[in-house]
């Protein structure tokens, strides 16, 4: 997948405004955007209406899905985050051919990784994996505490 390298942290003003459900941040990334990708959906959910411990958490879930993309899924992948209604939903996906399963547990100690996934499950509650011919799809979710419609200035679609 090709890495436009860059994440725009400014969206043009009114887009999607009024709509029942808004794309937040749609775009490629690869370990060079990883940082740049985390202040975008950290900044995008917050708009949104998320904040605190929830903030924090669904963003952390969404930064171990877009590691595990470069670390497992060929060095790159592709976020797509938006809002419909009270709920965020995040999608994650790659090239990669992982397990399909969501983990039931926390790994042994002496594991080297696998916490990812079982980390951005146990912070969003709302895990699921999608295996297909051409990658995999990680979706997570979570629903904002009241419904704000979020801040139009921030709602984008970035076709990187």
């Known amino acids: 997948m090709a890495d436009s390298g860059t994440v725009d942290d400014h969206p043009p003003a009114g ?11 749609s775009q490629a990334f690869a370990a060079t955007t990883i940082t ?21 958490g669904f963003v952390l879930a969404v930064h171990e899905l877009v590691a595990n993309a ?5 060095g790159a992948g592709r976020i797509h985050l938006r809002q419909q209604g009270d709920t965020l939903i995040c999608e994650i996906s790659d090239q990669g051919h992982g397990d399909a399963r969501v983990p039931a547990g926390l790994p ?4 080297p990784g696998g916490r990812g996934l079982w980390l951005a499950h146990h912070l969003t509650g709302d895990l699921r994996i999608d295996a297909g011919p051409a990658g995999l799809c990680v979706t997570v979710r979570t629903d904002l505490p009241a419904f704000s419609g979020g801040n139009p200035a921030l709602l984008h679609v970035d076709a990187g």
Not at 36 to 56: D, F, H, K, P
């Open 70 to 74: 470069v670390r497992h899924g060929g």
């Open 108 to 111: 042994a100690a002496s594991a």
């Open 36 to 56: 740049a990708v985390r202040r975008a959906v950290t900044a995008r959910v917050a708009a949104a209406g998320l904040a605190g411990e929830s903030l924090e």
């Open 15 to 25: 887009a999607f405004a009024g709509s029942a459900e808004a794309v937040l941040l």
